[in-house]
Structures are given as structure tokens and as C-alpha cells.
């Protein structure tokens, strides 16, 4: 059973920065593609960034390129997500997932299989 575990958000005032983790179990977190997603209230889930299984290649909405970072530290099974610079839009609750497989269909929530529960961002003016 994997399970994802994010930690990391809270309040922040605009132009703040906020760095995200996501805790993995299991003993292949290396196989996995990570992403971040996030979701506000009546909108659908949408992808912010995602990293490859060695952090060679990364992808960003373009939203939020220049301001927020991916990485990930397979010895600790850990992918993070720092956030510069942020804005009042930034406000969502930010999940993570995996996928295994190819770097492919790394945009779409519909390809990853395992999420974490979520964790709330509030960006203030």
C-alpha cells in the first residue's frame, strides 16, 4: 500500500514563500513520477508541476513558472514543492501524487494512482 502524506502548507501573506513536502512509504518511490496538483472550491483538479524519477526532467503549469520549484530526494522518499513569490490566486489545497510508467500524460490527474489527502494553502493580500 502506498501512501502519500503532505505537510507544509498554511497561511502566508502575498509575495511570501512556502515550501510543500510530500512523505511517501513503500521501497520504490525512485520508480514513481511525482506531481503537485491543486484545487479550490467548485473548480476542477489541476496540475502544477511535475518531476521525473531522477528529477532530470521537470514540468510547471505555466501559471506558476519562475515561481515555484519541484525537486525531490529519492534517500527520503520525499518530493517537495517550494513556492516563491506567492499570490492571493495561489490559494488552493495543494496535493500530491504518483504515477508509475512513462513521462507521459504527466499534466493529467486521470494518470497518477496514488494522491495524498491534501494540504490547504491561503495566500492573504
Known amino acids: 500500500q502506498v501512501q502519500l502524506v503532505e505537510s507544509g502548507g498554511g497561511l502566508v501573506q502575498a509575495g511570501g514563500s512556502l515550501r510543500l513536502s510530500c512523505a511517501v512509504s513503500?521501497?520504490?518511490?525512485?520508480?514513481?513520477?511525482m506531481g503537485w496538483f491543486r484545487q479550490t472550491p467548485g473548480k476542477e483538479r489541476e496540475f502544477v508541476a511535475a518531476i521525473s524519477w531522477s528529477g532530470s526532467w521537470t514540468d510547471y503549469t505555466d501559471s506558476v513558472k519562475g515561481r515555484f520549484t519541484i525537486s525531490r530526494d529519492n534517500a527520503k522518499n520525499t518530493v517537495y514543492l517550494q513556492m516563491n513569490s506567492l499570490e492571493p490566486e495561489d490559494t488552493s489545497v495543494y496535493y500530491c501524487a504518483a504515477k508509475t510508467g512513462e513521462w507521459y500524460e504527466i499534466r493529467l490527474k486521470r494518470a497518477y494512482e496514488y494522491w495524498g489527502q491534501g494540504t490547504q494553502v491561503t495566500v492573504s493580500s
Open positions: 513503500g521501497r520504490t518511490f525512485s520508480s514513481y513520477v
